[in-house]
């Protein structure tokens, strides 16, 4: 049983939940400034966030596993399928049992709030499953980096928002812009490292079109942007000092940014475990900035 348990774990890859957490409590955070919140709502609107970043996961790795693209030498995936602990049909049904939870959190939602909310369900779980599945397969086709920012960015951030406040206001998607950066960072990270791979088993990603060394650009910008947004926030007094709290995390950014920098092509295995530090930074820039909106609501 506790096998079972670890394999599934190992399958939905929680190491990322930061992803789909952090935009929710930032979008509820910036609701609670306006002196908004409602518990039940906020608890339903995260749930229904891990549960399509769950389903998103698992319905990716059956997919990549079928197309070729996941191989026991291959870095990316869970490795559950592709070691023989799970099967690629157990792996998607599970995967779209979680899209299906996620769908009735939804309409409880509409129900509740309105038909945004389905727009907004619906952007998602299309956005999830056709990352990989037929006929879109936008990861193939080079638009994962964006369509990751804006799902995981500002589509959840403001929805979080909207959830809490039932207001068309466009100043969240600001404050969206820091952690949908890094969100992106992420997958940026992952696609640098598979380069080759991806370029054998005929996959187009940014990274491969701009190559190595430009694709390394890219996560700099993306690493550097979010800070630069958060500063820009502040000065322009959109948002409270205390968001510079979200500075601490920055010797990990430039660290990670550094490591990256600093490989060669020949040596692109030594970028194996960057996706999941750019999680990490991901959660500490994302949380800094929750507990700077926390406490700049208390001390004004």
Not at 250 to 263: A, D, E, K, S, W
Request: charged residues 10%.
């Amino acid at each position: 049983m506790k096998s079972r348990v670890k394999t599934w774990l190992t399958a939905v890859r929680p190491f990322a939940y930061s992803a789909s957490v952090v935009p929710v409590v930032l979008g509820t955070g910036i609701a609670y400034l306006e002196g908004v919140f409602d518990l039940v709502l906020f608890i339903l609107a995260l749930l229904a966030s891990v549960l399509l970043h769950t389903g998103t996961n698992l319905v990716n790795d059956s997919f990549d596993f079928i197309k070729g693209v996941d191989t026991q030498t291959s870095y990316g995936s869970s490795g559950m399928i592709t070691g023989g602990k799970l099967t690629p049909r157990q792996v998607h049904r599970t995967g779209i049992l979680c899209f299906f939870l996620a769908t009735v959190i939804g309409f409880y939602l509409v129900i509740e709030i309105g038909i945004t909310i389905m727009i907004l369900g619906i952007a998602g779980i299309l956005g999830g499953y056709f990352y990989t599945a037929k006929p879109v397969q936008y990861k193939y086709h080079a638009l994962g980096d964006f369509l990751v920012f804006f799902l995981m960015g500002p589509l959840m951030v403001w929805g979080a928002y909207y959830v809490q406040t039932m207001a068309y206001r466009l100043y969240p998607l600001v404050f969206s812009l820091p952690v949908g950066f890094l969100v992106a960072a992420i997958l940026v990270a992952n696609n640098i490292r598979d380069i080759q791979h991806d370029s054998k088993v005929g996959i187009k990603t940014v990274s491969t079109l701009l190559g190595f060394e430009h694709s390394k650009w890219e996560y700099l910008l993306l690493v550097s942007g979010s800070f630069v947004v958060i500063l820009i926030l502040v000065l322009s007094r959109l948002a409270s000092p205390f968001l510079l709290l979200a500075f601490l995390a920055f010797p990990t950014g430039y660290r990670i940014m550094r490591h990256v920098m600093r490989t060669r092509e020949e040596s692109a295995q030594d970028l194996a475990t960057v996706d999941i530090q750019s999680a990490q930074l991901h959660l500490q820039v994302g949380g800094l900035m929750i507990i700077g909106l926390i406490v700049s609501s208390f001390l004004g």
